[in-house]
């Protein structure tokens, strides 16, 4: 094996390889933590695989930028991943290297100097990555960026727990001019919509479910590309191949494997266009001063065993505010003024006053969380009757630059007083 190249080019693409082999992996994948390299007559192909997810990168040896790029001799090599990146990162990045393997290393020399060298170990063994699928049933064409922001914006609502895999997935939906981003744990989900002329291009709606596992690497690497735009593909398992889905962008496939294909997602617009009888618009920065105030009465002592924290709130409509405490040892009552409330159709509630509910704390944290840095922005928080889920909307925002609207909205479950006794006895998180 032996090839020259340009060092900033190979850099570059090493990056989200190198993250695919290193970061949230399998340990114990035999894989892990390695690289192999490809070299062909046409092509340098560069391969790694964490356990979870597969990438393949390629550089042609045709004129590339400022790629230089030549296959002296065919062949392949499996080295640690990291130390293949510092010893490629100690060349300068104008310079073009020479890279060939002697009996037991890769060496790595400047062009017309090999008296200069850098050496790596060999592995024995390549890595095992998975055979790419030569036909799919679904395909997509989405924006980069909004792949990337919307991943992020719904990724810390992927459920935890393994005994429920269907919430162990991000969906993205795809429809034309609007993509939906959800995840959830089945008592509380976010939703993320972009609507755009030029966002995507598809044939007819789909919708694709990334695996936990893979939603960070998804992000690292999408976020280290320029393409414009990402393909993805779905194939499912074969005789020869198994199930895979694949982004393609750049020269770069990156393969997610090991997922449940059998899962399929709820349907969240059953909430989202639900009729609620109590509408009520309030300030982010009111229910941030309210929601600190509960989450001090969740002392350590409290923490240390286990116990479950709720926060009860009732909307006092002929005062024109939410109220919002916590009755523990250490106690909160603090007030969330309206800024607007409308009523229709209202429900009598099981006592008889006012519209209230009672959710895990950690749900409104998240609600005061998720509110655009130095805005004051105004919510929309929909109720119902007191086994509903609470639904909660954010502004639409537009992007004059791309064209774009979009929109961010959170429901989750109301518990019972009888829910609330019963999680704490056991002592575990929800």
Not at 134 to 144: G, I, L, N, Q, T
Not at 158 to 171: D, K, R
Not at 282 to 297: I, Y
Not at 384 to 409: A, H
Request: proline share 5%.
């Amino acid at each position: 094996m032996k090839f020259k190249i340009n060092v900033k080019q190979l850099a570059k693409v090493l990056v989200p390889v190198i993250d695919i082999a290193t970061r949230d992996i399998d340990k114990d994948y035999e894989g892990a933590d390695k690289i192999m390299l490809r070299p062909r007559l046409r092509k340098l192909i560069i391969e790694a695989h964490g356990g979870f997810s597969s990438i393949f990168a390629s550089i042609p040896n045709k004129a590339y930028g400022e790629v230089e790029y030549v296959c002296q001799e065919m062949g392949h090599a499996t080295v640690n991943a990291k130390d293949l990146l510092c010893a490629i990162d100690s060349f300068p990045d104008d310079k073009v290297i020479l890279i060939k393997c002697d009996p037991d290393n890769l060496v790595i020399s400047p062009q017309g100097d090999e008296n200069e060298f850098q050496t790596i170990p060999l592995f024995v063994e390549n890595i095992p990555t998975p055979k790419i699928a030569k036909s799919y049933e679904k395909c997509a064409r989405v924006d980069r960026k909004v792949l990337t922001e919307g991943l992020k914006k719904v990724e810390f609502a992927i459920g935890f727990v393994e005994s429920m895999p269907e919430y162990l997935v991000a969906n993205l939906e795809i429809n034309n001019n609007c993509i939906r981003f959800v995840a959830g744990t089945g008592a509380r989900f976010a939703i993320y919509d972009v609507k755009s002329n030029n966002i995507t291009k598809i044939d007819m709606s789909t919708s694709f479910l990334f695996p936990k596992g893979n939603i960070k690497n998804i992000i690292r690497v999408l976020k280290k590309t320029s393409s414009e735009y990402v393909t993805i593909k779905q194939a499912s398992a074969t005789k020869s191949t198994p199930a895979q889905i694949i982004l393609e962008f750049e020269g770069i496939k990156l393969v997610l494997v090991d997922f449940d294909t059998a899962i399929t997602y709820k349907d969240v617009n059953r909430i989202l266009q639900r009729p609620f009888p109590y509408t009520f618009t309030s300030k982010l920065a009111d229910w941030k001063c309210a929601v600190a105030g509960v989450e001090a009465t969740y002392n350590q002592e409290m923490k240390e065993q286990n116990m479950h924290h709720y926060s009860h709130v009732t909307a006092n409509l002929e005062n024109g505010f939410f109220a919002v405490g916590s009755d523990n040892e250490l106690k909160s009552n603090r007030k969330v003024p309206f800024v607007s409330c409308s009523v229709a159709n209202p429900v009598e509630e099981q006592d008889g006053t006012n519209p209230h509910f009672c959710c895990n704390t950690s749900y409104l944290a998240e609600m005061v969380k998720m509110g655009a840095k130095g805005k004051n922005e105004e919510i929309v928080i929909s109720v119902e009757d007191y086994n509903k889920p609470i639904l909660v909307r954010y502004p639409e925002k537009e992007n004059k630059t791309t064209g774009s609207t979009s929109q961010f909205s959170l429901f989750f479950a109301k518990h019972t007083p009888s829910y609330i006794e019963r999680k704490n006895q056991h002592g575990h998180n929800s």
